[in-house]
């Protein structure tokens, strides 16, 4: 029987790597403008940076972390996420040594989540950390620049949710306040939040039983409990993003479900994806670096999915070039000339096709035909002894000689052309 991918890992194939692509190419042009320098991390580390950062008591880190040990017995993981990565980098290179560190990462993160339209146990991100920088303005600009880039995409439909989830001074206030609350409720909340009030009360306000939502409905609120360095940082973050012409929506439930945030933080959400709605995600995390053994590192930060950004835009190939096809009607003279006119093309940065057998005009139309071809040049002893070749519109069906010398002139101009068309 024929061996099939594990479930919940995705080839990417070649209809949609095209718009893969794009989306890599726009983001690090935007990016790039904005400041930011690419970073590759490796894709194992050890699993005790991500239960220290993450959270030993979030989902990801309690049943979703594809965790083993390796000949010696060290304990290490597939990374989920790109930040804590990012962190451990920051601080083992002494980035801090410069004013900001603005990075940015694409690559596959792996979580063992039950698969999903939208939700896979192998994914990629595309994420962009700014380690070193307290103000609201920056936290304002990074949002610019991803939404930016949504808009760059031509993506419709996106709604930017943001919410304060506090400092280390206002937080633990908030947390009595709620486990409190819930502790009157318990009954009502689902088995998993009835655990977590005591560990980790926030996560029951992002609950997705409707039994919980209910329960938490009218609860207290985390924007109301805010110190006052927290709340004047929501506030101008609030300004920033209007000023750059942002409205995005107070989501006072939303808590995000890794525990490194304090202040800032945010989900971008896109319609006609179920479930798995959220398309990025981040927010501040300033205690993050010392957390780790760094130096005291205010730091902002993102990540977009981008197979649900894909998805969103509709998952096709929207990039693909437009192909040629050389048929070759012959050995020798023929083989000589025709292989260097297609050298030639693919040198100036045509996509050329070509038949590797022997087949005859009939099948080799054929070919050209099922692999898309906008043109096909036919090329055969009679026609170099008449010094042309036959050019063949496939759209048009039209066919007409050019002369040799002029080939690779005219299909240009038919080529950009079409595109312009199109
Ligand atoms: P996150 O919310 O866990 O945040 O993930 C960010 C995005 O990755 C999600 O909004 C979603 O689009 C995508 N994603 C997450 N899990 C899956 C999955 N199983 N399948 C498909 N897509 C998925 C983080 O990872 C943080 N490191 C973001 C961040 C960067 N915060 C600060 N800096």
């Not at 054929?366 to 170099?384: N, P, Y």
Request: a negative charge; proline letters at 4%.
């Amino acid at each position: 029987m024929a061996i099939k991918a594990i479930r919940g890992f995705n080839d990417i194939l070649p209809g949609e790597t095209g718009l893969w692509a794009r989306i890599e190419e726009e983001a690090k042009r935007i990016f790039g403008s904005y400041g930011f320098s690419e970073i590759r991390i490796p894709v194992v580390e050890k699993t005790e940076l991500f239960a220290r950062s993450i959270g030993e008591t979030t989902d990801i880190v309690e049943k979703e972390m594809y965790t083993f040990s390796d000949r010696k017995g060290t304990s290490l993981t597939l990374r989920p996420e790109g930040t804590a990565p990012v962190v451990r980098a920051y601080i083992e290179h002494q980035l801090h040594a410069r004013p900001a560190a603005k990075l940015y990462y694409m690559g596959p993160m792996f979580r063992y989540e039950r698969p999903q339209k939208g939700r896979y146990r192998q994914f990629y991100q595309i994420g962009a950390e700014v380690l070193g920088e307290a103000s609201p303005l920056l936290d304002a600009e990074v949002l610019e620049m991803l939404m930016l880039l949504f808009q760059r995409l031509e993506l419709q439909g996106v709604a930017l949710n943001i919410n304060s989830l506090g400092c280390g001074l206002c937080r633990p206030r908030y947390k009595e306040r709620l486990m409190a609350f819930l502790e009157e409720r318990r009954e009502a909340l689902c088995e998993n939040c009835r655990r977590r009030i005591d560990e980790n009360p926030l996560r029951a306000l992002d609950c997705k039983s409707s039994h919980c939502i209910e329960a938490t409905d009218g609860g207290p609120s985390i924007v109301d409990h805010l110190c006052v360095e927290c709340r004047d940082h929501f506030e101008a973050v609030r300004g920033h993003l209007s000023r750059s012409g942002l409205e995005p929506l107070i989501n006072p439930r939303m808590v995000r479900g890794l525990d490194y945030y304090s202040k800032t933080a945010f989900e971008i959400t896109g319609e006609g994806l179920g479930a798995q709605n959220t398309v990025a995600a981040g927010g501040r995390y300033d205690g993050l670096v010392k957390e780790l053994g760094g130096p005291d590192t205010p730091c902002f930060g993102f990540a977009i999915g981008m197979e649900r950004l894909a998805l969103l835009l509709g998952g096709g190939d929207s990039t693909e070039g437009a192909l040629v096809f050389v048929a070759l009607l012959g050995g020798g003279e023929v083989e000589d000339k025709g292989g260097s006119i297609i050298k030639d093309l693919r040198s100036k940065g045509v996509a050329v096709e070509r038949d590797y057998g022997d087949g005859g005009l009939k099948a080799q139309m054929k070919r050209a035909h099922k692999m898309g071809a906008s043109f096909v040049v036919i090329i055969g002893e009679d026609e170099l002894a008449r010094g042309v070749v036959a050019l063949k519109d496939m759209g048009a069906g039209t066919q007409r000689d050019v002369p040799l010398g002029e080939i690779e002139e005219v299909l240009s101009g038919a080529l950009s052309s079409q595109r312009a068309g199109s």
